[in-house]
């Protein structure tokens, strides 16, 4: 989820990018793309952990189990159908210690542990640093204020 915005959220903030497209126009397109990768990598993680503990909390369940339970979800929520892709999911939920796999079976942890574990991973995403390239700009730019 946060690879993909990174990437983004560092080329629209490259001084070379903005300066080549009259009237910041490429800056918003990027930012509103950026904006949608992000919902969608998190809307693809939250389905995937709360099918998880709501229907498999116990027994766990297979990657194929937990994607037909995704889709059968968003079947009768919502009624679309789609594949959804639940490995993508997974590894985010992996990533941010929200599930574990056992003999191939994906186990959720406790909801409040989930919360703790992704509050504590993506605290990690805010850090101030001045030696990066992103932290140091908008440090001359408050300053400068």
């Known amino acids: ?3 993909h915005a990174c990437l983004l959220v560092k080329y629209i903030h490259n001084p070379g990018v903005s300066s080549t497209v009259q009237g910041g126009l490429q800056e918003g397109v990027l930012t509103v793309a950026t904006d949608q990768v992000v919902e969608q990598e998190s809307m ?3 389905l995937a952990y ?3 503990l709501t ?3 116990d027994q766990g369940a297979t990657l194929d189990e937990l994607g037909k ?3 059968a979800e968003l079947q009768k929520r919502w009624r679309v159908d789609v594949n959804f892709d639940v490995c993508y999911g997974v590894e985010m939920l992996t990533d941010y210690f929200m599930c574990s796999t056992q003999n191939e079976r994906i186990f959720p942890v406790p909801l409040f542990t989930a919360l703790e574990n ?3 991973e993506l605290d990690k995403y805010f850090l101030y640093s001045k030696t990066t390239p992103i932290g140091s700009e908008a440090s001359r ?3 400068q204020k």
Do not use: R
Request: aromatic share 10%; with cysteine.
């Open 118 to 120: 992704l509050d504590s």
């Open 50 to 52: 709360t099918v998880l």
């Open 55 to 57: 229907k498999f909390h």
């Open 141 to 143: 730019k408050f300053s």
């Open 44 to 46: 693809q993680m939250l």
């Open 69 to 71: 339970a995704c889709e």
């Open 1 to 3: 989820m946060i690879t």
